[in-house]
């Protein structure tokens, strides 16, 4: 059998942000979006049942086979973190191991727009961070509460399932639960958290009805919480949140989402072609008095026309964040009009060499 440290170990020194175990195939791992073949043998379904029961132990697995899906994180010796699914496919076990960084970045070295460090002086609301799996939601969270614990004497509890960025006490006293072990469900954190005197909450997703509802609800009785979807926009995003509750409720949490909604920050990685690495392209919206009356009067199509005419509030689209990581020789200029919104206007709007310069339309 694969010894699981040492093809991690080998995954680290090769900088893949994810392995891949599937049976009957050698361990895969992602590099800068590519998928990559380890040098290792083919594993098979009982090697793949030993790997998880080795890292999780035999009262847990038990438990997975019940459920059939297992989230959890492991470490090897060098201290590089994982974050780890365990699942079944085909009737057989497989895994996905994702790359935690223990270093927390600045935002600075993500090229966020510096609206996001302003973010972090709210005093009060909801900041949610969305995009696929994969899009650097964790990593960006994890750097705006940094900023926070560098400049500010808060109490910060965070819910992960599970937990990724190991964050240390700074200016802050930070607790970090992780699902499963600490508490049984983001819901039951959130719930005691409340009665733990926090001033900030990070709420790892928004997953279900009762998780949506209880965030809401610490964002509305005074706290800033943090947290993630899985949507591609800030319109979906607030759809989805709307549409998560009852037909009969939809009216009510539209008048809350409107009032506690500070920011959406949607992003998507790309692959740097100026050096080895990604990153993150963002549409920001923020809650100004337009936006909140689109939510409550359920005009939620108006929020991209919005974004794209208050830039000059710290606003901006997912192509104009295109445009300008091009301009600053990031991209590569197909890859940049292939995933934008309108390729055919990006494609004239794109000169054939970046000038490094940051654009003012898109």
Same mark, same amino acid.
């Given at each position: ?15 893949? +942000? ?25 594993? =098979? ?6 790997? *998880? ?19 959890? +994180? ?40 510096? !609206? ?9 609301g909801l900041v949610v961070?969305?995009?696929?799996? /994969?899009?650097?939601?964790?990593? +960006? ?14 109490? *910060? ?46 709420? /790892? ?8 509802? =209880?965030?809401?609800?610490a964002a509305e009785t /005074? ?14 995003? !607030? ?25 959406? *920050? ?28 689109? *939510? ?30 091009y301009m600053k020789g ?28 940051? !654009?003012?339309?898109?």
């Open positions: 059998m694969i010894d699981i440290k040492q093809m991690l170990a080998m995954a680290i020194e090769a900088g893949a +942000s994810d392995v891949h175990i599937n049976i009957e195939m050698p361990p895969i791992m992602r590099i800068n979006t590519e998928l990559l073949m380890m040098d290792l043998p083919e594993v =098979s379904n009982d090697d793949a049942g030993k790997m *998880i029961l080795e890292l999780i132990g035999e009262d847990k697995f038990k438990k997975f086979l019940e459920k059939r899906d297992w989230d959890f +994180s492991t470490m090897i010796d060098d201290g590089s973190r994982f974050r780890v699914n365990a699942h079944f496919q085909k009737e057989s076990f497989a895994l996905s191991f994702r790359a935690i960084s223990n270093h927390i970045p600045d935002i600075e070295e993500l090229h966020l727009p510096d !609206v996001v460090t302003e973010l972090t002086d709210l005093p009060r961070v969305t995009g696929h799996t /994969g899009s650097g939601k964790s990593t +960006s969270l994890a750097s705006m509460v940094d900023v926070i614990n560098q400049k500010c004497r808060k109490r *910060i509890i965070t819910l992960e399932d599970p937990v990724e960025y190991l964050m240390e006490n700074k200016s802050c006293m930070i607790e970090q639960r992780e699902m499963g072990s600490d508490c049984t469900s983001f819901a039951s954190g959130l719930r005691h958290a409340l009665r733990q005197d926090p001033d900030i909450i990070l709420v /790892g997703e928004m997953r279900d009805l009762e998780t949506t509802s =209880s965030t809401i609800t /005074g706290h800033l919480v943090f947290s993630t979807l899985h949507t591609v926009n800030a319109s979906q995003t !607030v759809e989805r949140i709307i549409d998560i509750y009852p037909a009969s409720q939809q009216n009510q949490i539209r008048a809350m989402l409107s009032n506690t909604l500070q920011a959406v *920050i949607s992003q998507t990685l790309f692959r740097r072609v100026d050096q080895p690495g990604m990153v993150p392209c963002c549409e920001i919206l923020l809650c100004t008095s337009a936006v909140r009356n689109c *939510i409550r009067e359920n005009r939620i199509f108006e929020i991209p026309n919005i974004i794209e005419t208050s830039r000059r509030l710290g606003m901006q689209t997912m192509d104009h964040s295109i445009q300008q990581n990031f991209l590569d200029r197909e890859e940049a009009i292939v995933r934008s919104s309108n390729p055919g206007k990006m494609e004239k709007l794109l000169p054939a060499t970046p000038q490094g310069v940051a !654009v003012e339309q898109a």
